[in-house]
């Protein structure tokens, strides 16, 4: 049964970037849905309840990092994963301090991606560590 996915980040191509690299990661992930700020993120978190969330830091509206202290109000599994660009460490931190289990850097490659994932999810090493 495939992985089912919520993708939150501000910039579609970004959305569309990490869409690319889990359709093609050989049908282990589903995309449930798409937002573009933390305010949405929430909402569809509630209407969809997917398995992962990738989750942007900054955004209008709502910041990914209250994003996910809601989220995780919601459902304290939730399974979050932070995507920062370089030179944003500090909110990383905060991002892993609010409940998120793990991040991926900006930009990344598919590989990252996928081994970030793998590692978050059931049947994963499980932890966060810097990536």
């Known amino acids: 049964m495939a992985i089912r996915v919520l993708i939150v980040d501000d ?30 993120a929430i909402a569809r978190f509630r209407e969809l309840s997917p398995d992962l969330v990738t989750m942007d830091i900054v955004m209008p509206q709502l910041d990914g990092i ?10 304290p599994a939730a399974v979050i994963v932070m995507c920062s660009a370089m030179g944003q460490e500090a909110l990383v931190v905060e991002s892993i301090s609010a409940g998120a289990k793990d991040f991926i850097v900006k930009p990344f490659t598919p590989e990252r991606v996928l081994q970030v994932l793998a590692k978050v999810l059931p049947g994963g090493s499980g932890g966060a560590a810097a990536s």
Do not use: C, H, P, Q
């Open 66 to 75: 209250e994003a996910t202290r809601e989220i995780l109000k919601v459902n």
């Open 11 to 40: 910039a579609m191509f970004m959305r569309s970037m990490i869409k690319d690299i889990l359709v093609n990661a050989g049908g282990r992930y589903e995309i449930v849905g798409e937002a573009s700020n933390g305010r949405e």
